[in-house]
């Protein structure tokens, strides 16, 4: 039985700076690297990737930022990869997710080392019984892979200090929502 760290699209395009970027984005990627590099729990770290490559109407030159963004995140590119605080060594594997479609939830994503293994059967193989999820945004990925995490079978807690949301409110919706469908939120 270990427990792993999810750690949420925490990228440079949904940090400040970038083209989606969160107000909170600097400060939970700086969070959840003093959490990772410290004295800590998880047995495993893994981090998720919004990874577009033509991913249709997720895209949009108006977006309404519910369910069309602006572009962000495309694969291989600058606005894709972590962010710079983060001490990359402590992730042990990377799962990207949304090539050619819309994907909020990590439990989409396939491991970058082999596109074969999905998030939930990497997890189980790796012995991981109950997750901890952190990032961006707590309204829509982090929502989207909390629940995904509860469908699965995992014992589920979110950190709410370390996610940003895209809009507040919706991001204490999300929190609320996430607890009464059996997920822990750590405040
Ligand atoms: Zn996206």
């Known amino acids: 039985m270990s427990k792993a760290l999810i750690m949420v699209d925490v990228q440079n395009d ?3 700076g970038g083209s989606l970027g969160t107000e909170r984005g600097h400060d ?15 047995d495993v ?9 033509d991913p249709g109407t997720h895209f949009s030159d108006e977006p309404n930022f519910v369910d069309t963004w602006p572009v962000h995140c495309t694969a291989d590119t600058e606005g894709a990869r972590m962010h710079p605080d983060l001490d990359l060594t402590k992730i042990r ?5 949304g090539e050619y479609t819309a994907a909020y939830s ?3 994503g396939h491991a970058a080392s082999d596109e074969s293994t999905l998030l939930a059967q990497w997890l189980k193989d790796n012995g991981v019984t109950e997750v901890v999820v952190a990032g961006i945004a707590t309204d829509h990925c982090v929502l989207a892979t909390a629940k ?3 469908k699965e079978g995992f014992q589920v807690s979110i950190i709410a200090d370390l996610c940003a949301p895209v809009d507040k409110t919706r991001g204490e919706n999300a929190l ?11 405040r």
Do not use: M
């Open 45 to 53: 770290i893994v981090a998720t990737q919004d990874w577009h490559i």
């Open 93 to 97: 594997e990377y799962f990207r997710k």
């Open 148 to 150: 995904d995490a509860l």
């Open 14 to 16: 949904f940090c400040p």
């Open 176 to 186: 609320t929502e996430l607890e009464e469908v059996g997920a822990s939120i750590i």
């Open 28 to 42: 939970v990627a700086r969070g959840i690297n003093e959490l990772i590099t410290g004295e800590h729990s998880y």
């Open 106 to 108: 990590g439990f989409e």
